[in-house]
């Protein structure tokens, strides 16, 4: 396994910010078990031989190479020691008399510092520390030079950065807030920063009781707003400098990833903590929860239905907004934080994995609402999707071709909401219906019991399909047609429900194109006949869908790698589900395989109750909701089948064996 990349930070700021003084209260504080400090100047002149005085007297190429060999350097000892590395370094210097200043930035510099933490330091304090320092003699300049230097120091190094995905801060030469700053960077990870937003939702669901869980995104979703853009377009700290925005952070290459959530969670760092806190009021007063959600809301948790806000933006403002509208008692907020408070950051992954405990380690049947490509993966993982749908003028522009895609490509199957409701849908409303989430019947199905996912064929149908099937005198082909109508039967009034269904072009009859329908995502299923017994009623199935694949399986291992790879959707299919103990064995292959394979579908002519119950099989049910049961009937009769009344035997004739 290849060494991970050091940690180097670098510690710049105008000469006199501080630096070597900031650079040993930082060894104090953090010791050096963890931590490496380094003065750029003492590397070079370690390295140079003549020492720092030959390396003064260099030509600017030659000076060039010589500290990129230094930071290089610092990049081998750090990776080495595995200590995060400290290094004072400068960007620039610059002579009160010149029109610019001299950039000593190196490719070295680009390649090797992951963090750059500029010291700014109020200009007058700066030109008192360069008069009255007696060890380093440095050329005259005035606060107006001073501060003109950092100004321009702070906007390259900040673009600089941003162009080399390079995490920067422009933060106040506060010890302890640097410290504070450097702790988090030594073990903060992807991993790290999951755990701790687990653990806080841990801590909100230890005090939830019952099936259902309402997740909501919030900007955007609860609110027309984002509150990240309101918070920045404040006055107070409005820019117009590059990379000091979130829409600069987030249209690098980097995207929504965790490093531009990082970089964005550094930008909140350089505001003091009064104005920090003043500018959420500011944005929390600013917003208003959409009065649908929030009659929802209240009507669901009325009724004992809990839900969690899982926001990419500020904790410290969503807690304000959500007790502005009388709803903290009720809803809880999975939210960013700070990173001296040792907080974490949400992204679109971060929010698909706490859905996925949600369920997992809970058992929760999930409700999850969003708005934008970051909520897709929480969409895809949630038991029922809704998308919130805004003014067009508000809504999210790359949601479009993502949502399109995840319904076409990845099974999802979603429903949106319409806020005003006499805005225009997304794609349409065969591909993503429309939903009241204020109507009664919408909140009836919120506060419902987890639905057992188990279908089963109409009466009247069931009635006429299952007589061949219980007949003694029907057997052999006459039985295996049996079967197969009734797959064919399931497959076509129950699966296409379930399923969906994908439109595509047809010839008509007339002579001119029209519209058919076959199943969603019908080519990426795998349909598996359970020998010997469900073959026939898997060969019905495969006739309503003849796109899809087509296995026989006498056991789990006949399921391989590449039958499933690429597949979505996988159909189990047996005549009879006794205990349930066989199609637990065949899930619990398929989901070890860890393949795309999402939802399982196993379809039976006859379903014993008990087996849904209770048992491994009901174990299954509760555990992975991604399970369905689609039958033509249920059983209360536990009688297993001998010879003559062996289903296995009457389809192939073969119960003279047994």
Same mark, same amino acid.
């Given at each position: 396994?290849?060494?991970?990349?050091?940690?180097?930070?670098?510690?710049?700021?105008?000469?006199?910010?501080?630096?070597?003084?900031?650079?040993?209260?930082?060894?104090?504080?953090?010791?050096?078990?963890?931590? +490496?400090?380094?003065?750029?100047?003492?590397?070079?002149?370690?390295?140079?031989?003549?020492?720092?005085?030959?390396?003064?007297?260099?030509?600017?190429?030659?000076?060039?190479?010589?500290?990129?060999?230094? $930071?290089?350097?610092?990049?081998?000892?750090?990776?080495?020691?595995?200590?995060?590395?400290?290094?004072?370094?400068?960007?620039?210097?610059?002579?009160?008399?010149?029109?610019?200043?001299?950039?000593?930035?190196?490719?070295?510099?680009?390649?090797?510092?992951?963090? =750059?933490?500029?010291?700014?330091?109020?200009?007058?304090?700066?030109?008192?520390?360069?008069?009255?320092?007696?060890?380093?003699?440095?050329?005259?300049?005035?606060?107006?030079?001073?501060?003109?230097?950092?100004?321009?120091?702070?906007?390259?190094?900040?673009?600089?950065?941003?162009?080399?995905?390079?995490?920067?801060?422009?933060?106040?030469?506060?010890?302890?807030?640097?410290?504070?700053?450097?702790?988090?960077?030594?073990?903060?990870?992807?991993?790290?920063?999951?755990?701790?937003?687990?653990?806080?939702?841990?801590?909100?669901?230890?005090?939830?009781?019952?099936?259902?869980?309402?997740?909501?995104?919030?900007?955007?979703?609860?609110?027309?707003?984002?509150?990240?853009?309101?918070?920045?377009?404040?006055?107070?700290?409005?820019?117009?400098?590059?990379?000091?925005?979130?829409?600069?952070?987030?249209?690098?290459?980097?995207?929504?990833?965790?490093?531009?959530?990082?970089?964005?969670?550094?930008?909140?760092?350089?505001?003091?903590?009064?104005?920090?806190?003043?500018?959420?009021?500011?944005?929390?007063?600013?917003?208003?929860?959409?009065?649908?959600?929030?009659?929802?809301?209240?009507?669901?948790?009325?009724?004992?239905?809990?839900?969690? $806000?899982?926001?990419?933006?500020?904790?410290?403002?969503?807690?304000? =907004?959500?007790?502005?509208?009388?709803?903290?008692?009720?809803?809880?907020?999975?939210?960013?934080?700070?990173?001296?408070?040792?907080?974490?950051?949400?992204?679109?992954?971060?929010?698909?994995?706490?859905?996925?405990?949600?369920?997992?380690?809970?058992?929760?049947?999930?409700?999850?609402?969003?708005?934008?490509?970051?909520?897709?993966?929480?969409?895809?993982?949630?038991?029922?999707?809704?998308?919130?749908?805004?003014?067009?003028?508000?809504?999210?522009?790359?949601?479009?071709?993502?949502?399109?895609?995840?319904?076409?490509?990845?099974?999802?199957?979603?429903?949106?909401?319409?806020?005003?409701?006499?805005?225009?849908?997304?794609?349409?409303?065969?591909?993503?219906?429309?939903?009241?989430?204020?109507?009664?019947?919408?909140?009836?199905?919120?506060?419902?019991?987890?639905?057992?996912?188990?279908?089963?064929?109409?009466?009247?149908?069931?009635?006429?399909?299952?007589?061949?099937?219980?007949?003694?005198?029907?057997?052999?082909?006459?039985?295996?047609?049996?079967?197969?109508?009734?797959?064919?039967?399931?497959?076509?009034?129950?699966?296409?429900?379930?399923?969906?269904?994908?439109?595509?072009?047809?010839?008509?009859?007339?002579?001119?194109?029209?519209?058919?329908?076959?199943?969603?995502?019908?080519?990426?299923?795998?349909? +598996? +006949?359970?020998?010997?017994?469900?073959?026939?009623?898997?060969?019905?199935?495969?006739?309503?869908?003849?796109?899809?694949?087509?296995?026989?399986?006498?056991?789990?291992?006949?399921?391989?790698?590449?039958?499933?790879?690429?597949?979505?959707?996988?159909?189990?299919?047996?005549?009879?589900?006794?205990?349930?103990?066989?199609?637990?064995?065949?899930?619990?292959?398929?989901?070890?395989?860890?393949?795309?394979?999402?939802?399982?579908?196993?379809?039976?002519?006859?379903?014993?109750?008990?087996?849904?119950?209770?048992?491994?099989?009901?174990?299954?049910?509760?555990?992975?909701?991604?399970?369905?049961?689609?039958?033509?009937?249920?059983?209360?009769?536990?009688?297993?089948?001998?010879?003559?009344?062996?289903?296995?035997?009457?389809?192939?004739?073969?119960?003279?064996?047994?």
């Amino acid at each position: 396994m290849p060494p991970t990349r050091p940690t180097v930070v670098g510690l710049y700021g105008v000469p006199g910010c501080g630096k070597t003084r900031m650079m040993q209260n930082l060894k104090t504080s953090l010791g050096d078990e963890q931590f +490496a400090y380094y003065e750029g100047s003492e590397i070079i002149a370690s390295l140079v031989p003549g020492g720092l005085d030959v390396f003064k007297r260099m030509g600017k190429d030659d000076k060039a190479v010589w500290r990129e060999r230094a $930071i290089r350097e610092i990049g081998e000892q750090c990776s080495a020691t595995q200590r995060v590395g400290l290094v004072a370094g400068h960007l620039m210097f610059w002579d009160e008399d010149k029109e610019t200043g001299e950039l000593v930035w190196t490719k070295g510099d680009e390649e090797i510092y992951t963090h =750059i933490f500029d010291l700014d330091t109020p200009a007058d304090v700066i030109s008192r520390r360069r008069l009255d320092d007696a060890e380093r003699s440095r050329p005259a300049a005035s606060e107006t030079h001073l501060r003109r230097w950092q100004i321009s120091e702070q906007k390259q190094l900040r673009l600089l950065c941003l162009q080399h995905s390079i995490l920067f801060a422009n933060i106040a030469p506060d010890p302890v807030k640097v410290a504070a700053l450097l702790r988090g960077l030594h073990h903060h990870s992807e991993e790290y920063n999951l755990s701790r937003a687990q653990d806080r939702l841990d801590a909100i669901l230890r005090d939830i009781t019952g099936e259902t869980l309402l997740v909501l995104d919030g900007d955007r979703t609860l609110i027309p707003e984002d509150t990240g853009a309101l918070f920045w377009a404040l006055p107070a700290l409005s820019s117009d400098v590059t990379g000091r925005s979130l829409r600069d952070i987030f249209s690098t290459p980097s995207g929504y990833s965790y490093h531009a959530f990082r970089q964005a969670s550094l930008l909140y760092e350089e505001i003091p903590d009064e104005e920090f806190e003043a500018c959420c009021e500011q944005v929390a007063s600013a917003v208003t929860v959409y009065p649908q959600i929030l009659s929802m809301l209240r009507q669901a948790t009325d009724r004992g239905v809990k839900a969690v $806000i899982i926001s990419c933006g500020l904790r410290a403002i969503w807690d304000k =907004i959500l007790s502005n509208a009388g709803l903290s008692e009720t809803v809880k907020v999975i939210a960013a934080s700070r990173i001296k408070d040792d907080g974490f950051i949400v992204t679109g992954e971060v929010k698909r994995a706490l859905v996925a405990h949600m369920k997992q380690a809970y058992g929760l049947f999930v409700w999850a609402f969003g708005d934008s490509v970051l909520d897709l993966p929480m969409l895809k993982e949630a038991d029922r999707a809704i998308v919130l749908v805004g003014e067009e003028d508000k809504r999210s522009r790359s949601m479009e071709n993502a949502l399109l895609n995840a319904i076409d490509c990845d099974g999802l199957r979603a429903y949106q909401v319409l806020i005003p409701d006499t805005i225009s849908p997304r794609l349409d409303i065969f591909k993503l219906p429309v939903v009241d989430i204020t109507h009664q019947s919408f909140i009836d199905s919120l506060v419902r019991h987890r639905q057992p996912r188990v279908y089963y064929a109409k009466p009247a149908a069931a009635k006429l399909l299952m007589s061949p099937m219980r007949d003694a005198r029907v057997f052999g082909p006459s039985l295996r047609t049996a079967h197969s109508d009734v797959g064919q039967y399931l497959a076509t009034n129950l699966l296409s429900e379930l399923i969906g269904l994908e439109e595509y072009p047809i010839p008509h009859v007339q002579g001119h194109q029209t519209s058919g329908y076959r199943f969603c995502n019908e080519e990426k299923t795998l349909i +598996a +006949a359970l020998m010997r017994g469900g073959e026939p009623m898997a060969q019905g199935v495969n006739q309503a869908m003849p796109l899809a694949m087509f296995v026989h399986a006498y056991k789990p291992e006949d399921i391989k790698r590449h039958h499933v790879e690429g597949r979505r959707t996988l159909i189990l299919v047996d005549s009879v589900v006794n205990t349930g103990k066989t199609l637990v064995e065949f899930i619990h292959h398929v989901r070890t395989m860890h393949t795309t394979i999402q939802r399982i579908f196993v379809v039976a002519g006859v379903i014993q109750a008990q087996a849904l119950s209770e048992g491994r099989l009901a174990d299954v049910l509760r555990v992975d909701t991604n399970v369905w049961f689609v039958a033509l009937r249920q059983s209360e009769n536990k009688f297993t089948g001998k010879g003559t009344t062996d289903t296995g035997h009457r389809l192939f004739n073969t119960t003279h064996l047994d």
